[in-house]
């Protein structure tokens, strides 16, 4: 049922810390308080309650069992399709009874966004975003997607508009999902108490690596501006070569030909088949 208690450190979250509202943050996105029955030989049926956390990510399971000086075993999961590292521990009712008083008592699904003073917030964010939260990139565009259940993600959701200062509108579901420039905001505050962080190793690099904070607007609008040049450029090619307005719009991407005639007078100052004209011997 579990190795010797003392394998782990049964008063982690009986003090405040920064680390620990990391921590506590990675348990709300992974961690469960599991039981197990055993009857013994005298036919009485003992009860153990114990704990057991599960993810896809090595680096933040070796953050959490140092965290938690865990030495038993971490299992990994190889089949095709999982690719997973777990770890159980039974015999730590302290450790439960303490991380039921912080709201992990409940199922997933009916766990509610915690109530946490103002200086560990930005640490539990990012401990439950390490958990459960992917980043994107779209053309340099960092966007992110934060997974879990709805009755956590509203408060969630409400926490970030009030420190952050970004919100996602209308139904949460089962993710949050912000797009540029609101995940740079949300990069500024989980990262924001960067010395301790780095000092403590109580981030994953990978995520924080992942947000590209060198995109500028200015740098995607200029490439749009670039490719509408190109395709005016070589739809005056295709004009001079006698192709219909029609089939020039088909073959450029335009939805129909009046799309065209509108960017193209937009760029030249002149309508296709005014460009003709004027370029007739």
């Known amino acids: 049922m579990g190795r010797d208690p003392l394998d782990i450190n049964q008063n982690y979250f009986d003090k405040e810390s920064k680390s620990m509202y990391y921590v506590l943050g990675a348990f709300y996105g992974n961690?469960?308080?599991?039981?197990?029955?055993y009857t013994k030989k005298n036919g009485v049926n003992q009860v153990y309650r114990g704990l057991k956390y599960c993810t896809n990510c090595r680096a933040l399971m070796d953050i959490i069992t140092a965290e938690l000086?865990?030495?038993?075993?971490?299992?990994?999961?190889?089949?095709p399709g999982h690719n997973s590292f777990w770890f159980?521990?039974?015999g730590v009712d302290n450790l439960c009874e303490r991380l039921e008083a912080l709201g992990l008592g409940l199922p997933k699904d009916e766990r509610t966004f915690p109530e946490i003073d103002e200086k560990y917030l930005s640490h539990f964010v990012r401990g439950y975003f390490d958990a459960?939260?992917?980043?994107q990139d779209n053309e340099?565009?960092?966007?992110?997607?934060?997974?879990?259940?709805?009755?956590f993600l509203i408060g969630l959701n409400l926490a970030l508009w009030r420190y952050a200062g970004i919100i996602q509108e209308g139904k949460t579901n089962r993710k949050l999902r912000f797009n540029y420039p609101d995940s740079i905001k949300l990069y500024n505050f989980m990262y924001q108490d960067w010395e301790c962080i780095s000092k403590?190793?109580?981030?994953l690099p990978s995520n924080k690596d992942a947000f590209n904070l060198n995109y500028r607007p200015r740098d995607r609008c200029d490439e749009l501006r670039k490719q509408r040049m190109g395709r005016i450029k070589r739809a005056k090619e295709l004009l001079l070569e006698s192709k219909p307005v029609g089939d020039v719009a088909t073959e450029l991407g335009y939805k129909n030909p009046e799309s065209l005639s509108a960017s193209f007078r937009k760029a030249t100052g002149m309508s296709p088949r005014d460009y003709i004209k004027s370029h007739a011997k």
């Open 69 to 79: 000086n865990l030495s038993v075993s971490v299992t990994e999961d190889k089949r």
């Open 88 to 90: 159980q521990q039974f």
């Open 200 to 203: 403590n190793g109580i981030y």
């Open 31 to 37: 961690g469960l308080i599991i039981t197990a029955s």
């Open 132 to 135: 459960k939260g992917t980043v």
């Open 140 to 151: 340099g565009r960092t966007s992110i997607i934060i997974w879990g259940y709805p009755s």
